[in-house]
């Protein structure tokens, strides 16, 4: 069983550069796909990232394909998304996801472990 738990979050001015961590406490963060989604006020929940268990395979919602970038430490059972030029329609409350397969996850299926999530706001 994972329990994820992000950090990072803040506000931020347009074009700065934040990084959201997730941290995993259990032993078996390395066997999961992970990914990160977003969630705006009033809006539904969206696929923002994934990452293959192995890091040899990423996805990238078409919003934030140049701009962010998804990693993870194994060893740190850590997952990260570092994220440039941040723009105003960023803001969103940012969740991190644990599932089996890397393909599922930007459908949103088949995710076994959400985060509480952190919030981003960018804003002048």
């Known amino acids: 069983q994972l329990q994820l738990v992000e950090s990072g979050g803040d506000l931020v001015h347009p074009g700065e550069s934040l990084r959201l961590s997730c941290v995993d406490s259990g032993r078996t963060f390395s066997t999961y796909a992970m990914g990160w989604f977003r969630q705006a006020p009033g809006k539904e929940r969206q696929f923002v990232a994934a990452i293959r268990w192995n890091s040899a395979t990423t996805y990238y919602a078409d919003s934030v394909k140049g701009r962010f970038t998804i990693s993870r430490d194994n060893a740190k059972n850590t997952l990260y998304l570092q994220m440039n030029s941040l723009k105003p329609e960023d803001t969103a409350v940012y969740y991190c996801?644990?599932?089996?397969?890397?393909?599922?996850?930007?459908?949103?299926?088949?995710?076994?472990?959400w985060g509480q999530g952190t919030q981003v706001t960018v804003s002048s």
């Open positions: 996801a644990a599932g089996d397969t890397t393909a599922d996850i930007p459908k949103g299926r088949a995710i076994r472990y």
